[in-house]
């Protein structure tokens, strides 16, 4: 099936009709608006002028007409998702019909068989991090699909003649469907393309790149996986926190603060997880710390021991809020991080060269220089 077939149609005209009076949407005007507050992140946010500079061979027809709107974006934003990709959708288009035709050889006889499909991870943020392989692919990609926590860093050295195509996720605005993501990797893989799917961390762990390799497989579309560093690895070791230490903690878990839509609440772990030889890494868990926190400690957890949220782990953006278990979310708080935060709880965590109460303090927040 062609991607014409798979991705909703629906055109700019089409989408304009349900489109809020006050708001003319445009990605040039997007990129102005949303520069400033979004300057210091190392990550893509998802109206940022990175990620427009970068996808911008994408919107060729809209970005050379002039801008024509106003501040502040619209709250709906199922509307500024579906018109996005609907600007999207000729140049998809596009390029899938030249990579069709990069296929025939020069007696216009067409190459069988589908592209090449990579699940790669790219680590917790700091370029020198990646793998060899995972560099050697990046660098000799046709399309490359990223997630929100691919770092600019990583992205800088993408191939020049690859195309960059952003689908990632925040709570509240997804740019692509899980499905879609899916059409997206599939369409491009049957026209021979070398297709590459940049995920943070590593592709399966809390990554999504089990679906994604399984929804390949059943349509006949090989699969290679390219670990990457995942951020309770990278992250422990920049604050030199050994995540298992003899004498301090047997295991390690890593656990999600978030959970399938309609799943199962992802904290009823709790109970068996309340172990004070073991050592908890949370991934995405900044909005249910409290009550995992509160869960723990009912469960039989110290409440004085030691923890560590880290804010943008590995980038020069890092910042690191270190506290008892009792106080980690309210000095969290305080301090207003904001995703991507990992959480790393256990005695691990007082071993950091970092830990306050060696300088005699009961919490602290460190920031890299």
Not at 336 to 352: D, N, W
Request: charged fraction near 20%; glycine fraction near 8%.
């Amino acid at each position: 099936m062609a991607l014409v077939s798979r991705i909703p149609s629906s055109s700019p005209a089409a989408i304009q009709s349900r489109k809020p009076k006050s708001f003319g949407f445009n990605p040039v005007f997007t990129v102005q608006c949303a520069s400033s507050s979004q300057k210091a992140s190392p990550f893509t946010e998802k109206h940022s002028i990175e990620r427009y500079e970068r996808d911008s061979w994408l919107y060729k027809n809209q970005l050379q007409q002039p801008s024509c709107c106003s501040c502040p974006l619209p709250s709906d934003q199922e509307f500024v998702r579906d018109y996005d990709i609907a600007l999207q959708l000729p140049e998809l288009r596009k390029l899938l019909e030249v990579l069709r035709e990069k296929r025939e050889n020069s007696n216009g006889v067409e190459k069988r068989g589908p592209g090449n499909v990579f699940l790669v991870g790219t680590g917790p943020g700091d370029p020198e991090l990646l793998t060899l392989k995972a560099l050697r692919v990046i660098e000799s990609a046709d399309l490359l699909l990223y997630d929100r926590l691919v770092s600019n860093d990583v992205l800088n050295l993408v191939g020049p003649n690859a195309r960059l195509l952003y689908v990632g996720k925040t709570a509240g605005y997804h740019s692509r469907t899980q499905e879609e993501i899916h059409e997206l990797l599939l369409s491009f893989a049957e026209a021979g393309a070398n297709v590459v799917r940049l995920k943070g961390g590593d592709p399966l762990v809390f990554g999504r790149g089990g679906e994604e390799m399984d929804f390949l497989q059943q349509q006949g579309i090989e699969v290679k996986v390219i670990p990457g560093i995942t951020a309770a690895s990278g992250i422990a070791a920049e604050l030199g926190i050994p995540l298992t230490h003899r004498g301090v903690a047997t295991s390690v878990r890593f656990l999600t603060g978030h959970s399938r839509k309609g799943g199962t609440d992802p904290l009823f772990v709790a109970e068996n997880a309340a172990d004070p030889d073991s050592t908890l890494v949370v991934y995405m868990g900044l909005s249910t710390l409290p009550s995992l926190a509160s869960k723990l400690m009912f469960h039989g957890l110290p409440e004085d021991t030691p923890a560590a949220a880290i804010e943008r782990g590995t980038t020069p953006q890092q910042r690191i809020v270190f506290a008892a278990l009792k106080d980690l979310a309210d000095e969290i708080a305080s301090h207003q991080l904001v995703s991507p935060t990992l959480i790393i709880i256990g005695k691990v965590v007082a071993l950091s060269p970092l830990w306050p109460h060696a300088m005699n303090k009961t919490s602290t927040l460190v920031e890299s220089r």
